[in-house]
């Protein structure tokens, strides 16, 4: 009896670290255009010396594989926009919402800053806003499985 116990009690940790996992805005999103509604990029969203950074590792976009920011200033202008940091050092401020002064958009060559969230009523949704000055946007991100 004590035997099938202890299974169970293992296979309910098992299901409760996945279901964690499942939570985090750690790991891959698609990234949503919310003016056209097609996918752009992939964006592998990690902690580092806990505060939150996104990488571009693949573009979806048709046509804009190999996209360069040609818009970009200083260091960024002639660089790939694959493998470019977009969200840089945005902190955990409670309640799953991540805050910061560095999400950039390569294709407008624009810096925002940011509050980025999970959806509560799906936790397959990233909320990803923008802000400048008073004016935002919110696009919705989707998780990428794998």
């Not at 309910?12 to 990029?41: E, H, M, N, Y």
């Not at 571009?56 to 940091?85: A, H, R, S």
């Amino acid at each position: 009896m004590i035997k099938s116990g202890k299974i169970v009690l293992v296979g309910l940790l098992v299901c409760s670290i996945q279901l964690v996992q499942a939570q985090s805005v750690f790991g891959k999103w698609k990234t949503i255009d919310d003016r056209t509604g097609k996918p752009k990029a992939i964006i592998d969203i990690y902690e580092k010396e806990g505060l939150m950074y996104g990488k571009v590792v693949q573009i979806v976009e048709e046509g804009k594989e190999n996209f360069i920011c040609d818009k970009c200033k200083g260091e960024l202008k002639g660089k790939p926009v694959l493998g470019m940091t977009i969200i840089e050092g945005a902190e955990h401020v409670g309640d799953g919402v991540y805050k910061g002064d560095t999400l950039f958009d390569p294709q407008q060559a624009m810096t925002f800053r940011c509050k980025i969230w999970l959806n509560p009523d799906n936790t397959d949704e990233l909320k990803v806003r923008g802000y400048l000055a008073f004016i935002y946007r919110t696009q919705t991100w989707l998780r990428v499985e794998g």
